[in-house]
Nanobody, 124 residues
């Protein structure tokens, strides 16, 4: 089983950039579709981005398209989320997740493994 550990969350100002990392250990990382989700206070956890095994297919939440980029380095067992032009509404705990599905899915129920989350706070 894969264990996931996120890092990179911080308090930043609107317009700033951050890069989140998710390091995986355990079973072969390259066999998992990887995703990022986020949960703001009082809200449901929502899909943010996902990437296929090889990295050639990505999907994004509409509100982050053009600002966020998901990528992975299978040699380093790490998936990244580059976040540019951050907005206060991006404030949330960001979770890394792994799915054994063969498709790049956006529904959280398809993701079997989760990290502990990393806090991103964007001040206006």
């Amino acid at each position: 089983q894969v264990q996931l550990v996120e890092s990179g969350g911080s308090l930043v100002q609107a317009g700033d950039s951050l890069r989140l990392s998710c390091a995986a250990s355990g079973r072969p990382f390259s066999r998992y579709v990887m995703g990022w989700f986020r949960q703001a206070p009082g809200k449901e956890r929502e899909f943010v981005a996902a990437i296929s095994y090889s990295g050639d297919i990505t999907r994004y939440l509409d509100s982050v398209k053009g600002r966020f980029t998901i990528s992975r380095d299978n040699a380093k067992n790490t998936v990244y989320l580059r976040m540019n032009s951050l907005k206060p509404e991006d404030t949330a705990v960001y979770y890394c997740a792994a799915s054994q599905a063969t498709l790049v899915l956006t529904t959280r129920n398809w993701y079997d493994l989760w990290g502990q989350g990393t806090q991103v706070t964007v001040s206006s």
